[in-house]
């Protein structure tokens, strides 16, 4: 107890103290846990706000306790700063609103996911009543007007050495047969029919053609040697990718699982063996579908007709993979050109399925053949086998050259006999043979090695098939 007295007295009384510190040791340890949250936020509030309140002894003895140093205690000294009132934010003035209708007009420009760039403007008028503006058609109206460039084929050695500066060296005989040169009605032909595709599908623009796609042609020149007469189309383009073709004969490991594969070529030949085609099952486990689902008597009519038109379809491939082999875009190296060109049979430059072609690219050229049709407005595409040795990275769904960079020299009825497997030595020499008659080339003829492998095991196909193919030859 003198201990207790000589600490108390040691200390001067004191009338000042903190609501906070008085009530906060109880509001802790008497009140429930919810009550304790609520009254201790109240407290340290209040802890902030002095006043002239006498200390209860109970308390005097706590205080002298906490006298001592933070350090003695092993406890940290908190900061009893007072706590600021939440600021309540300013509430702004609301728009006024309009006391009479105005008439307007906006224009916004934006660009669409195929490249198209799109002006579009919204411009209001004073009308009528509500109640007849909804039966009126001209009350609410979109006026779609697509405005295109259609370029003009590049001609001189200047344009056309401008996405290849090579070229000219290639074909040294170029420079001097230009300005003799006619831009074959090919190209003109293929702007026609790219403006048309537009035409079609201007009411759905998720459809429009894209800018890429539209502009896939620097130029078609007509060229003629000077001594031979040898006719050539010089195809300046980009170039997509073909992984389309099998053959069960030749190569039974052919990748199926691109979005777009198909296992037909436009250049085909009878069968040499009886090897099955590794795509034929699925084939015809799917006509089997189709017949069984035709044959139930619930069906409406529009389904049967469907479901008809499928069964013919399917019924035709199974034939053709039955009798027939194709090319393989990654053994064989050809070229894909729109249909409408093939389907020219008057027209002197026109080209056949097994014509020879030489592909050139940055100093290099490439023998092939003319072995697929495609969509009659677009062009420029190659098998698999050519775009990889172009680019490595090259696959059916990244193009080795989206510049127009790519020229292909293709030479009209310069197809040798009848359809068959491709002999690539024979090719190679024949578009030597072909280049020098219509004045020759320099830099290097590509050599291509064989790939095919006759003893290789059928893969199966990662493709399950839903609907019948669409040719495209439009």
Known sequence: MAGSG??????????????????????????????????????????????????HESVQKHESVQDHKPEERGLVQHSQEPLLAPTVPAVPSPTPLPEIFI?????ETARLFNGIRLHSSVTTLPGSLAFLARKAPESYTLEL????????????????????????????????????????????????????????TIGRLDQVMSRHNFFDCNTILEIEGEKTQRRALLIQSDMDVNADGSDADRFSQVDGTSANFQPFTSYRWPKRSD??????????ERLKQLQTESQDKTIQPDRKKVLQDQIDEFQKEVNDLKRFSFLIARVDPYIVLPGFMLRQLNHPFAPKLGDYVVVIHK????????????????IGEASLRICTQIDSRANPYNRPASDLNITYLVFPNSVDGPPAPPDLKKMRDRCSELLNEIGGFAGELWTWENLANPSATPAPSATPVSSPSQPATN
């Open 363 to 378: 100093g290099k050229l490439y023998p092939a053949i003319l072995g697929d049709v495609g969509p009659s407005y677009k």
């Open 103 to 107: 008439p307007s007009s906006r224009l």
């Open 145 to 200: 007007n697509m405005s295109i460039e259609v370029p003009r084929a590049a001609k001189t050695l200047e344009e056309i050495e401008t996405p290849d500066t090579s070229l000219g060296i290639v074909l040294p005989w170029l420079e001097q047969t230009l300005p003799s040169t006619k831009v074959s009605s090919f190209y003109f032909g293929l702007y026609q029919l790219k403006v048309d595709a537009v035409n079609r």
């Open 6 to 55: 000589r600490l108390a007295s040691a200390r001067r009384p004191t009338t000042r103290w903190r609501l906070g510190d008085l009530l906060l040791p109880y509001a802790l340890a008497v009140q429930p846990r919810v009550h304790r949250v609520c009254l201790g936020t109240l407290f340290l509030f209040l802890a902030g706000c002095p006043g002239p309140v006498q200390k």
């Open 275 to 284: 090897n099955s085609n590794q795509f034929l099952p699925e084939r015809e």
